[in-house]
């Protein structure tokens, strides 16, 4: 496309990775997603998790009632990995129409109290997901207070990640929402098996942007923001075209007051945006010819699932990303990039 165009047509994109939350907020956050993406894969970090094939066949329902009338919108049901969970979990998950579940390190980030202590103690689970077609997808962080925090996915590749693709070579996994050029090189040299979502604010940001001229908790997701080497790594990963990488926001919402607080809470919403932001990182970095493949073709791809048939357009338009939304309970939600302009805008 010229660097003139003033509208973009994609395929209608679909989100690997997002946080829809439960109850009261999914007003919100459903109509947040339907409007741009068809599909989205929902993570099971509630409280409690959800670790069963009825919690999700329950939570799947609760989203299906916030979907507008207007939308088609499909919530794609993830399990969450417990030390307890068993072969036979997985057997009815995948009955349930359950297409992956989710490796938490114990700790590792908001609502992960019940994860995983062993990760190798779940082997027998992975292979039933590798018989089952579905996908693992991970947290890839360790947890242990000894190793810094800029430093926990490349240990977790080190320690775990290694030996996992290792030890189960035909899992699909999803390396989650990946932050280094650690995790970037591990991908690329990887098998097919293995691929990675990465977000909109670690292709927009580096921890400067967390730190600078004083703490930014609006900024604040896990993994956490890193130095700009590693922000560069994760641009030119989507600038190459490759496949194995592709659109997961991890939009997460948290209220106000849950953020800008002694102990703020990790993550940032940024649905209400999503398209836009990736569209304004693509073209920063000169390739927007690359956006339809990362947001609507390599995902699906990559999970087994046909590709979107239905389009999206937008347009050349400059916005400003709303400084908060107000929610029926009276909290507050400040979006990710609130009160920044962006300049492509979807077409209602
Ligand atoms: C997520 C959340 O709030 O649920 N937070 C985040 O910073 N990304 C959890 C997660 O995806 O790690
Ligand atoms: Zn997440």
Not at 152 to 173: C, G, N, T
Not at 324 to 346: C, H, M, Q, R
């Amino acid at each position: 496309m010229s660097d003139t165009a003033t509208t973009l047509t994609l395929t209608q994109p679909d989100d690997w990775h997002l946080h829809f939350r439960d109850g009261d907020l999914l007003a919100e956050t459903v109509p947040a997603t339907a409007r741009c993406f068809a599909r989205a894969i929902v993570m099971p970090n509630l409280v409690p998790p959800v670790t069963t094939a009825a919690a999700a066949t329950e939570y799947r329902a609760r989203i299906m009632q916030a979907v507008p009338e207007d939308k088609a919108f499909e919530p794609l049901m993830t399990l969450y990995l417990t030390g307890e969970t068993t072969v036979a979990d997985i057997q009815a998950a995948k009955a349930a129409g359950v297409v992956a579940a989710k490796l938490y390190p114990r700790g590792a980030t908001t609502n992960s109290d019940a994860a995983v202590r062993q990760v190798e103690s779940l082997f027998p689970v992975f292979e039933e997901m590798t018989r089952q077609n579905m996908l693992l997808l991970i947290h890839g962080e360790v947890t242990d207070a000894e190793i810094d925090i800029f430093d926990r996915e490349k240990e977790f590749i080190d320690r775990h990640l290694q030996a996992i693709v290792r030890a189960m070579p035909e899992l699909k996994v999803v390396f989650e929402h990946i932050t280094t050029k650690d995790a970037v090189d591990f991908v690329v040299t990887a098998t097919d098996k293995v691929a990675a979502t990465i977000t909109p604010q670690h292709l927009l940001m580096n921890r400067n942007d967390l730190l600078v001229g004083g703490v930014r908790p609006h900024n604040f997701c896990l993994p956490v923001l890193k130095r700009n080497l590693h922000q560069q790594a994760l641009q030119k990963a989507v600038a190459s075209g490759s496949k194995r990488f592709f659109l997961g926001t991890d939009s997460a919402p948290h209220a106000r007051h849950m953020k800008e607080s002694a102990c703020g809470c990790a993550g940032c919403y940024s649905a209400w945006s999503a398209i836009e932001l990736y569209a304004e990182v693509f073209e920063r970095l000169g390739c927007l010819d690359n956006l339809e493949g990362f947001a609507s073709h390599y995902g699906a791809d990559f999970y087994g699932l046909p590709r979107n048939t239905n389009t999206i357009t937008l347009v050349r338009e400059s916005w400003q990303v709303p400084s908060k939304i107000n929610l029926p309970s009276g909290d507050e939600l400040v979006p990710f990039y609130a009160g920044e302009t962006l300049n492509w805008k979807l077409q209602a």
